[in-house]
């Protein structure tokens, strides 16, 4: 959603005894969501009304601290002035003096890291809150309305999705169609632009300052408290305001899919939007319901086929142990680093089949070195009561291994989530 007033200071807040409130337009109460058409942020045609849901679901992420003011602050850090103890004077007046230097110098470190997370806020809302409104996508998954930005839609570039709404097919959604933000200037143009209605009553209307949200709650009586008495005028002005308000609700693009598993696809995307801008520690994989998880995997290789699915579906890219040995560091944008492969494919979640030459288990680990014929390479795994890592890891044996490429003492490893 985004924000009427950029500025706003109800972007967000948090309530301790029920939870996050997206201004006063979306509250968590509890096990309850009220969705309310308030002020706060440009929520229309998403919210008509006031509605109150049950909460079936809830996905929770981890948002970035700190560090976050340190990528994206470009302004230089406050810093504390200096200010020396003071020695001039006796003792007992010196460290009077002292202490209050010390109290001052505490408060003031509180003011900086304050300031500090006022400036981390106010790149946030810029970044994901405010923007324009052009942007925003209504979707009608079979049914089940949803919004999103399109540049969430567009990040795996070379996706069915992506392709969907690109700029070379994408025309803004609705844009002309904003009724209810049009100004008594927007409702005389309309006005004019209907057959048979004269200039005389087109001026009615800027003579009242007739806004957009005005004019589609006009009836037959506002109407003629307007001066409008000719019966034809007033009757077709009825069915032109009428027509407009249909018009400007029935703006959304079809999906025809389910709307858990398309809701899913786009909860994912966001995450790695955050994640790629460093508010986010990672984009972890969709967590799906067991009897939903065929349909997903459908829905998955449908919009991103090719290898965005095997990663979306945690099966990351095929390799072999001499391409991760191979693989070099490459900066990104936000100053971490990432490992790449020689034809520059980020390695992120990556699947290898390979032979167990040794196994050992640990406390809370198990490392095994493994051979593919390419070359050899250690994987850890974590254990825990839902894995038989033991059984399946027998020496000799050949697994499969999902997981991560990371260096661990100058040498590549695998970080393995799932064997």
């Known amino acids: 959603m985004v924000l009427r007033d950029p500025k706003s200071k109800r972007a967000t807040f948090h309530y301790h005894r029920n939870g996050p409130s997206f201004g006063r337009d979306l509250i968590v109460h509890g096990p309850k969501l009220v969705l309310d058409k308030l002020d706060t942020y440009v929520t229309e045609p998403l919210i008509i009304h006031r509605q109150e849901l049950t909460i079936k679901e809830v996905e929770v992420f981890r948002v970035r601290g700190s560090s976050m003011h340190k990528t994206l602050v470009s302004k230089s850090e406050r810093q504390p002035i200096a200010i020396q103890e003071t020695t001039s004077f006796t003792n007992v007046i010196n460290n009077a003096l002292n202490a209050k230097l010390q109290t001052l110098k505490e ?9 500090n997370q006022l400036d981390d806020e106010e790149i946030f809302i810029d970044l994901f809150a405010s923007g324009d409104a052009k942007d925003v996508v209504k979707l009608n ?51 004019q632009s209907i057959d048979d209605v004269s200039d005389d009553v087109a001026n009615l209307f800027v003579e009242n300052k007739i806004t957009g949200n005005e004019l589609l709650a006009l009836e037959k009586d506002g109407l003629i408290m307007l001066g409008i008495e000719r019966t034809g005028t007033l009757c077709l002005l009825l069915k032109e305001i009428k027509k407009l308000e249909k018009a400007s609700k029935d703006v959304a693009t079809l999906i025809e899919h389910s709307p858990y598993c398309f809701g899913k696809i786009v909860d994912f995307l966001r995450l790695r939007q955050l994640h790629s801008k460093n508010f986010a520690e990672s984009s972890d994989l969709p967590t799906v319901r067991e009897s939903e998880r065929f349909r997903f995997e459908k829905v998955v ?59 050992e288990e640990q406390a809370a680990n198990a490392v095994m070195d493994v051979e593919d014929g390419t070359g050899c390479m250690q994987v850890e795994v974590r254990l825990n009561d839902e894995n038989n890592i033991s059984e399946i890891c027998e020496e000799q044996s050949y697994i499969r291994i999902i997981g991560e490429v990371e260096d661990f003492g100058g040498q590549r490893r695998i970080l393995a989530s799932d064997v």
């Open 301 to 359: 290789k449908y919009f991103f086929p090719g290898e965005s699915a095997e990663l979306i579906l945690g099966l990351g890219t095929p390799i072999t142990i001499k391409m991760a040995i191979g693989a070099h560091v490459d900066p990104n944008s936000s100053g971490n680093s990432t490992d790449a492969l020689k034809d520059g494919r980020p390695l992120h979640t990556v699947t290898l089949v390979a032979a167990v030459r040794d196994y």
């Open 141 to 191: 998954v079979s049914g089940t309305t949803m919004a999103t930005k399109r540049s969430t839609l567009l990040v795996f570039e070379e996706s069915v999705l992506a392709r969907q709404f690109d700029d070379s097919k994408w025309t803004e959604q609705g844009h002309s169609l904003r009724v209810k933000d049009w100004t008594p200037t927007d409702v005389l143009l309309w006005v």
């Open 107 to 115: 408060a003031e470190q509180k003011v900086i890291r304050l300031e």
